[in-house]
């Protein structure tokens, strides 16, 4: 295990953050809820262990109130949905996202994009 500092740090701010304000986010407890071992999330935080998979990366940012997303990016992690969804249209999926990447699309083009395609549904 080569372990990730950022994605180590940036959980233990969370946790503690919210330690702050209930006490049932000790390690041991917060552990407990994503269901890993206190030793495994102590060595996490750390960053002396990689982060967990994608489901309990997941159950972290749902407990600690943050985007998901973020923190599988931070993790170098993908929600399995995503594979999911990529795989059940393999070539329109990928030919999609390599073309929003060579236009340049900013965060802000793509959420415009989402938007206009949500008001459409």
Not at 76 to 96: F, G, Q, V, W, Y
Request: hydrophobic share 40%.
């Amino acid at each position: 295990m080569v372990g990730n500092k950022k994605f180590g740090k940036r959980i233990r701010e969370l946790r503690e953050a919210k330690k702050a304000v209930d006490p049932t986010f000790s390690l041991r407890q917060f552990a407990t809820k994503v269901g890993i071992s206190a030793t495994f999330l102590s060595k996490v935080e750390k960053g002396v262990f990689d982060p967990p998979k994608a489901e309990h990366i997941i159950k972290m940012a749902e407990l600690l109130e943050v985007d998901t997303d973020e923190l599988l990016a931070l993790a170098n992690r993908t929600d399995p949905e995503l594979n999911e969804i990529i795989k059940s249209e393999p070539k329109a999926m990928a030919d999609l996202l390599r073309t929003a990447r060579d236009r340049g699309l900013t965060a802000e083009d793509l959420e415009r994009i989402t938007k206009n395609m949500k008001r459409k549904s």
